[in-house]
């Protein structure tokens, strides 16, 4: 396993669009675990205010900071049903979340990666899994969204990577018209 503290480690989330707060999470991840893999969630949802990107500019995004890291892979899943509400709603999230880890690499996750105010404990209960938990320093999806539509291209680059500035055009036009009147 070399020096790391982990085999195997899984982040899932929307991305609805990746920003430092994420890359938080997954630089911890990649610093920690020997192969990581991450799942990119509400792959068949965009278009609307909540979810504006679909799964290919997402992962577009995340790939042009991470570039073709081998340690690194990249997936998507459907979300079931509505965020889950209920602890045992959560374990079935948990349970279908697995199902697409394994069905990209065949492995179940040693350890498991999210933010701070993430209930992976209720996601994972089904599952012998660590948690590690990062606090993603309060950036949000409606925050992002809100620079772009605003068209602050200033704020969104303090929490935002570099590598995806130059998109910041071709995501801004996306989120105005999601978000017109």
Wanted: a positive charge; one cysteine or more.
């Amino acid at each position: 396993m070399g020096s790391y503290k982990y085999k195997f480690g899984l982040f899932h989330g929307r991305f609805q669009h990746i920003q430092l707060g994420h890359q938080k999470v997954i630089d911890k991840m990649l610093s920690e675990c020997e192969e990581a893999i991450l799942l990119v969630g509400e792959c068949q949802s965009y278009g609307s205010k909540r979810n504006p990107f679909n799964v290919l500019d997402r992962i577009d995004l995340i790939k042009r900071i991470y570039g073709d890291n081998k340690r690194l892979k990249i997936g998507f899943f459907p979300d079931p049903h509505g965020i889950p509400k209920t602890e045992e709603e959560y374990r079935e999230w948990g349970n279908w979340i697995v199902s697409f880890c394994q069905f990209y690499t065949g492995k179940i996750p040693e350890v498991v990666y999210g933010g701070s105010e993430t209930k992976l404990e209720w996601l994972y209960r089904n599952h012998d899994m660590k948690f590690e938990k990062v606090e993603r320093d309060g950036i949000s999806a409606t925050q992002l969204r809100d620079y772009l539509l605003n068209g602050d291209e200033s704020a969104w680059q303090k929490v935002t990577d570099p590598k995806i500035h130059s998109r910041f055009s071709y995501l801004r036009k996306i989120v105005s018209e999601v978000c017109k009147d």
